[in-house]
């Protein structure tokens, strides 16, 4: 069974710090990697997708791939009270996407 | 606006009563999927479709089936609902690349379902 397992959380952090989010997957022909967000009672938004070995920032979101750790990670920088919400990572091999079940995040102001 | 959109948002019904969730995108991507979430276990995959008259069943497709008849409509059909169907379902869309180059995806609302 392929999966992604990500920590369930709540992760919390005070406003203004790093929030680093990860997630682990377990399918070695997983080609895209993708993070989206889930604020409550709504549908996950994409924030980021990394399909190469490295970092890749966009804002205050920067999204890291080890594919031999088979690890993805995803940096909040100058966390805000709005980033709190589910965060899902993602992963993509030919036509099937695979979730993982979310890490909560809770931005203290 | 470029949009996935699902109806109904909300449905309540009853065992055995055939129920279709319809999803709709006006963004001409090819490849469409519909998930269900339970919490606890995420978003799972129920069926996907790659193209007109093209589909493949998901991780969770038993009690389920779809038809992809035009481009922008994929709809979801419950033939006999149970209460284990009871769910949040996300309809999604997105773009594909070369060798199935996945670019994300925008998802519709959701409709919650609950099967009594």
């Known amino acids: 069974q392929k999966e992604v397992e990500q920590n369930s959380g709540p992760l919390s952090v005070p406003e203004g710090a790093i929030a680093s989010l990860n997630c682990t997957y377990s399918?070695?022909?997983?080609?895209?990697f993708f993070w989206y967000r889930q604020y409550s009672g709504k549908s996950p938004e994409l924030i980021m997708f990394?399909?190469?070995?490295g970092d890749k920032e966009d804002g205050r979101f920067t999204a890291q791939l080890n594919k031999a750790s088979q690890y993805v990670s995803l940096l909040i920088r100058d966390s805000q009270p709005s980033d709190s919400a589910t965060y899902l990572c993602?992963?993509?091999?030919?036509?099937?996407?695979?979730f993982g079940a979310g890490t909560r995040l809770f931005v203290k102001a | 606006e470029a949009q996935v959109t699902q109806n109904p948002r909300y449905l309540i019904t009853v065992t055995g009563k055939k129920l279709t969730v319809t999803c709709s995108q006006n963004?001409?991507?090819?490849?469409m999927s519909w998930y269900r979430q339970d919490p606890g276990l995420g978003l799972r995959q129920i069926y996907y479709?790659?193209?007109?008259?093209?589909?493949d069943k998901g991780d969770v497709p038993e009690g389920y089936k779809v038809s992809r008849k035009e481009k922008r409509n994929f709809p979801l059909i419950l033939e006999s609902p149970s209460p284990n169907q009871t769910s949040l379902y996300f309809c999604?869309?997105?773009?594909?690349?070369?060798?199935?180059?996945?670019?994300?995806?925008?998802f519709g609302s959701g409709t919650r379902l609950t099967v009594v």
């Open positions: 993602a992963s993509s091999g030919g036509f099937k996407t695979i």
């Open positions: 399918d070695r022909g997983s080609q895209s």
């Open positions: 990394i399909y190469s070995n």
């Open positions: 963004m001409n991507h090819e490849y």
């Open positions: 479709s790659m193209n007109v008259e093209v589909t």
């Open positions: 999604a869309s997105s773009l594909r690349g070369q060798k199935t180059t996945n670019y994300g995806y925008t």
